[in-house]
């Protein structure tokens, strides 16, 4: 929503500068996206609304009120002539519970042409373009106010009344605007009829067949309130999001119209000083209710975390020019007719809380006067994880969901369409999927393990499952514990002295792949190989996750008698990061240090 500082100061006399107002709005209020200043001296906030504060704050009187409240200063409204009116022929039906008050009309003897100056330089100042008098009249009353107006020809009128009604399915409707569209509507959306033809689509856009030309010279003032969500689904299905539709979405209310009839009529007897204003037709089925919200100080304090006293409360309500009263320690508000978003107490403590200055409440940790103590099951499961790890086991996760079982699960995968009855069935799968690489990892065999809850007809039951491609075992938790009960019982032991949760000391798999290097060096004999294997531990850095592997193994004896014999060892390195896909370039930089610390040891690489 683009605001203008200049129109702003129409409200408020003793407005701060540009910059503080941009800082006012931004810590108390809404997010200033930019402040454009202009060459006429102008400054043109760009704010962004939320939804919770889009029926009143999409409007220059909106923010001017909140900016008002919050600095505690005054706050004036524009002074309306309200013209002298005629008695008035105009029929006004509501035939849809979508359409919540209608208001109309009638003004003859207008002369549609170029609007004030005044007026074109407000429009003009938040990007929007001059039509005419009568249209801009009409735009400027709603960014002035949120509240949308729209102007009907009534010469237009075929039947000379207004219908408002839901539209029915195929039919068809023209559009003002630069470019002709016409638009297919259906029964969900509302229109606005003259008993005959469709004038306008409801709260979203006018028709061309009743719009302002230059020969109008009557026109029908419509000031309305319609169904935000009717309006909502209406403006997306179509794709015509307007400045009006955007303001009947977020909701508005009915209590609008009022003011914004006055504004209108004062603004054409501006521009038609001779033109003849018949009594307004206002259709209110069912009116706003007065709300008022109790609360407390203590209420708000206790909320905010911030100890606010009465003196305050009452300063903040006073400066929003509030209706309200005090007793007993209780405060009762009437709740303003525009602001539809306060409901409860819980509404007024973010109010309060925003003109008091979040910036005040000083974070505090609560104190905590309670002894944690870890889940049974918990500690269970971390000891039977540690136990497993230091035997060489590594953990992993398999599906839950299986083609067989014993309890079956609605509305799911043809292959998963039952809960596992065991873990076995998994770890074996995993097993044979990694049993490929064990070659190229060194390994021998692939020790694996998982615990988890398997689902059984008559209960569910945590299982721990271990085992390599030669057996798998799968038992109870209850029983791994029973089996292991007295290491089990020092390790609560100790956690109880150090009065702290276990550091589970094993290390997730790698989701990124492996790189193998295989390297074979000629050493003299009376060298082990122990100390290669050193080497390679030194210089290959974390990235070398496997114990470097002896795949093969060659003597050469001495040629001559008294010499020394060599022996080649190979070894196959295996690396692997926990973080990225490791490239060839970075190996080889590893095996590049190696092969140097080898040469420098007087060895030779084969």
């Known amino acids: 929503m683009k605001i203008s500082y200049n129109w702003l100061k129409s409200y408020i006399r003793d407005i701060p500068s540009e910059d503080k107002i941009a800082d006012l709005l931004t810590f108390k209020l809404c997010e200033v996206e930019d402040a454009e200043k202009k060459e006429n001296g102008d400054t043109i906030f760009d704010l962004k609304i939320l939804p919770d504060r889009a029926h009143d704050l999409l409007s220059h009187q909106g923010v001017a009120r909140e900016i008002a409240g919050l600095l505690g200063i005054d706050f004036k409204l524009p002074e309306y002539k309200i013209p002298e009116t005629h008695s008035t022929d105009l029929k006004i039906e ?47 009353v709603m960014f002035e106010c949120g509240q949308p107006i729209h102007a009907f020809d009534l010469q237009q009128l075929l039947d000379g009344k207004i219908v408002v009604k839901q539209a029915q399915n195929d039919q068809k409707i023209e559009l003002v605007g630069s470019e002709k569209i016409t638009v297919n509507l259906n029964d969900t959306d509302m229109v606005i009829t003259d008993g005959i033809k469709n004038l306008a689509i409801a709260g979203v856009k006018g028709g061309l067949g009743s719009g302002i030309s230059d020969s109008t010279t009557d026109v029908l003032i419509e000031v309305a309130n319609f169904d935000s969500t009717v309006v909502r689904k209406t403006a ?35 521009m038609f000083p001779t033109a003849s204003f018949e009594e307004v037709i206002d259709i209110y089925p069912i009116k706003q209710e007065i709300r008022k919200v109790n609360f407390s100080s203590l209420y708000i304090s206790k909320i905010l975390g911030l100890e606010i006293k009465d003196e305050e409360v009452k300063k903040i ?89 014993e309890l079956e699960v609605l509305a799911s995968a043809s292959d998963k369409n039952f809960l596992r009855a065991n873990i076995a069935d998994g770890l074996a799968e995993s097993i044979k999927v990694n049993q490929s690489n064990l070659p190229l990892l060194g390994m021998d065999s692939v020790n694996i393990f998982e615990i988890g809850t398997v689902f ?94 002896l795949f093969d193994l060659f003597t050469k004896p001495a040629s001559t008698q008294g010499g020394e014999g060599q022996t080649s060892y190979a070894y196959r390195l295996v690396f692997q990061s926990q973080e990225k896909t490791l490239t060839d370039d970075e190996i080889n930089q590893i095996m590049s240090k190696i092969t140097d610390k080898i040469t420098q040891s007087g060895w030779k690489v084969r």
């Open 94 to 140: 509501i035939n849809t519970p979508n359409c919540r008050r209608y208001m109309g009309r009638i003004v003859r003897g207008v002369k549609v042409g170029p609007s004030p100056e005044w007026m074109m330089n407000y429009l003009t100042s938040i990007g929007q373009r001059s039509i005419n008098n009568i249209v801009d009249a009409t735009n400027i």
């Open 236 to 270: 997306r299905r179509l794709g015509l999001q307007t400045e009006a539709s955007k303001r009947y979405e977020n909701d508005l209310s009915p209590w609008l119209c009022d003011f914004a009839m006055n504004e209108i009529s004062s603004l054409f007897l501006e």
């Open 317 to 405: 309500l006073d400066n929003y020019k509030y209706n309200f009263t005090y007793h007993s320690g209780e405060w009762e508000v009437e709740v303003p007719d525009m602001r539809i978003d306060i409901n409860g107490a819980h509404d007024f403590v973010e109010d309060i809380g925003r003109a008091y200055g979040y910036d005040k409440i000083i974070p505090q940790l609560p104190d905590l006067k309670f002894k944690q103590e870890d889940d049974p099951s918990w500690r269970k499961i971390c000891f039977a994880k540690q136990k497993l790890v230091k035997d060489g086991y590594s953990e992993v996760m398999t599906y839950v969901f299986k083609n067989k079982g």
């Open 456 to 549: 059984l007809k008559e209960k569910e039951e945590m299982r721990v499952a271990f085992g390599n491609n030669k057996n798998i075992t799968e038992i109870s938790l209850d029983e791994f514990i029973k089996n292991n009960e007295q290491e089990f019982y020092f390790w609560k032991e100790d956690l109880i002295k150090e009065e702290n949760s276990p550091v589970l000391v094993f290390k997730p798999w790698s989701l990124y792949p492996f790189i193998t290097r295989d390297i074979a060096v000629w050493v003299p004999e009376k060298i082990s190989p122990e100390t290669l294997v050193q080497i390679y531990k030194d210089f290959g850095t974390e990235l070398l996750v496997r114990e470097p592997k």
